[in-house]
């Protein structure tokens, strides 16, 4: 099977890019000294976890369905990186017994009580992750919050055991310069290594302790005191992570395939199959990159974009190309060049977001040839 | 099952919402002397197409996969309002072979050639709409356009036939006044009249003249000359048709259940297990209704927002509810209100794309006892 022979839209996946993007992280967990934990909320893949992590290693996910699909596919190592809400722990508990080593975490004493019971009472021993805020104000509590003993204290180690401390750097994402993520991996690394030190000192356990997202686990000088990093994205990289230059745009790679249905030449515009389902309606790309729209666009061989070129409006099911500059404005797309019916790539502004749209990926080594399909765990 | 045995985040869908939703626009197309065609793309259901149609009656899809669906589910009268491509032909005419009256839509003389040769190699004759534009400018040619009278020539009755015109008025979505969406309405009417009109005065034949989107079906005045009208969005609503008037808040007849997973009292936000995956990134509503973020909050009841909260902000599985107002920033949120594992409804900002994230819906009948579970089709 061909690119041309895929059903539109459909999601593209170049495993050499793929491998690329994961040598290079897999170097940098080597350079710092650190466990590589790939974050699989992206690719949501057992295909892609098997290369992130060289076989049945350590995986990170953001929903129990995703936990279960891994553990299905033999991964037994696995971080549940969202706060538990003490109903899903039935659920844990099911993987626990099953053999996964399946870690959560808190920030909150009375779920850490909580934790602690309900394994007594459903007779495993849950281990946990202490959730600290490094800078992006989400989830989690300050390195050196009065609550971090205390939750530590409630984990008494037979239906809950503290497995460790966990933060996220999240705010990389909103970061201006390199030198700024630079910094920002360094309070993550500082404030998680904070947290590790004062349960230690208190004579708490703190095996792991986790930072992690893919701008400031490529650009973090020193990652001393951690012991592993949850980058996900780097997987396929996007628009948005070429804005803030985590990547080269010849890196990124996921991309949605799409067919040409409409030539409105009075409107200067082109007509796709691919819109805000097919696409997403994240736009956070635009910040950095003013004129990305919904995403830029590629020929079918998909190896950069075409200039001046974006998604500039979506709607359910289309997608409306345009010039992406005011400037270009008064002239006319070349309508010839992309008849009713050829193919177009475009690039996603946030693939996390686009990829979560599919149930697939069809693979290719960077021609037209599709060699592979990889299956995605969606939902929850 | 009740809703509190739901996993969360769930799709939660109120039955007696969705009777009365749907009861006034078959009212509607009853006054105004249509077919309500229903647009199946906000749904996606079986089980509400029967609603929507008392039976299984005449629908609208956007993807080839629902339309697979559905004439799997009984419905043989469909049209797929999205500008065919060449490439899906095999698969339409697979459909048609079964027995599916399934439309096609096109604005192109060249695809309209295209599908007639491949009617008659198929060995089928797919029955082609033209899509008219009347003010959205996305697809479609205009009422007057040289271009109509070539398309119908293009379609000679033995590979594809003309089954009439289509528009939708899909720019009424932007109205500032229920008196400019009465405009486009007219504008919508008249337009496709006028086409419907040029293609029987050259003779050609035009059973179907095809209008509708949710604002217009609701408010246009009169609709002579038209046959059926496809709004989508009205089973259920969401905030941004509450933003511009077609619905009340109590006629919203889908929400997100989630679990509140934190309490950030420093910084004054309580987190939920439904974020950007959950609830989606469309944030229109908040044109019309600054501070709806990403969805409102209601009690797990469900029955109208609590006044003030608000989804601030998200990521993939985090949803941070705060103040919608800047001035209540200062007041400390409910915290013990709403303790870590209670449960709360969102209320969407643009329902077709919070519920393409759901394989299903979870009915009540407004209590809090799941009554039913309906699947969707999801994907292309």
Redesign the interface.
């Known amino acids: 099977m061909r690119l041309d022979d895929l ?4 999601l593209i996946l170049d495993r050499s890019r793929l491998a690329r993007n994961v040598a290079r992280l897999q170097g940098r967990a080597r350079e710092l000294g650190v466990v590589l934990r790939p974050h699989m ?1 992206t690719a949501k893949s057992a295909r892609v976890a098997e290369l992130a992590t060289g076989g049945k290693g350590p995986i990170t996910v ?3 369905a995703e936990a279960t699909y891994f553990a299905k596919h033999g991964f037994h190592d696995i971080t549940y990186a ?7 722990l039935e659920n844990v508990a099911r993987l626990v017994a099953g053999g996964t080593d399946l870690k959560l975490i808190t ?2 004493e ?2 850490a009580r ?1 934790v602690e019971a309900r394994g007594l009472e459903l007779g495993v021993t849950f281990r946990i992750l202490i959730k600290i805020d490094t800078g992006l ?3 989690g509590i300050a390195p050196g919050s009065a609550d971090l003993l205390p939750i530590a204290a409630a984990l008494n180690g037979k239906g809950a055991a503290l497995a460790g401390v966990l933060t996220h750097a ?1 705010h990389s994402y909103n970061a201006h310069s390199i030198e700024e993520i630079k910094a920002i991996a360094e309070a993550e690394r500082a404030g998680a290594v904070k947290a590790a030190q004062r349960l230690r000192d208190a004579g708490y356990p703190c095996e792991i302790v986790s930072v992690g997202s893919t701008p400031t686990a490529i650009h973090a000088d020193r990652l001393d005191g951690v012991t592993e990093m949850r980058p996900g994205n780097f997987v396929f990289f996007d628009l948005f992570q070429l804005g803030i230059e985590s990547c080269a745009v010849e890196d990124i790679a996921v991309s949605v395939l799409a ?6 030449r009075e ?1 200067n515009h082109l ?1 796709i ?1 691919a819109g ?3 696409l ?3 736009t956070g790309a635009n910040k950095n990159q003013p004129g990305t729209g919904y995403g830029l666009v590629c020929l079918p061989g998909g190896k950069v974009p075409l200039p001046g070129l974006a998604v500039l409006d979506v ?4 997608g ?1 190309i345009g010039h992406a500059k005011a400037l270009d404005a008064i002239n006319k797309l070349p309508f010839d060049r992309f ?3 050829s193919r177009l790539r475009v690039l996603p502004n946030h693939v ?2 686009t990829a ?4 697939r990926y069809y693979v290719t080594d960077g021609g037209s040839e599709i060699v592979d399909e990889w299956d995605r765990v ?3």
């Open positions: 059903p539109t839209p459909s909320k953001s929903t129990l969202v706060p538990i809400v003490p109903a899903k920030d909150n009375g779920v909580t104000g989400r989830a999240g067919s040409v249905d409409g030539h409105h409107r007509l199959d805000g389902l097919a997403s309606k994240d709607h359910q099911e289309h409306l008849p009713i019916g996390c977001m979560a749209m599919y149930d969606n939902g929850w």
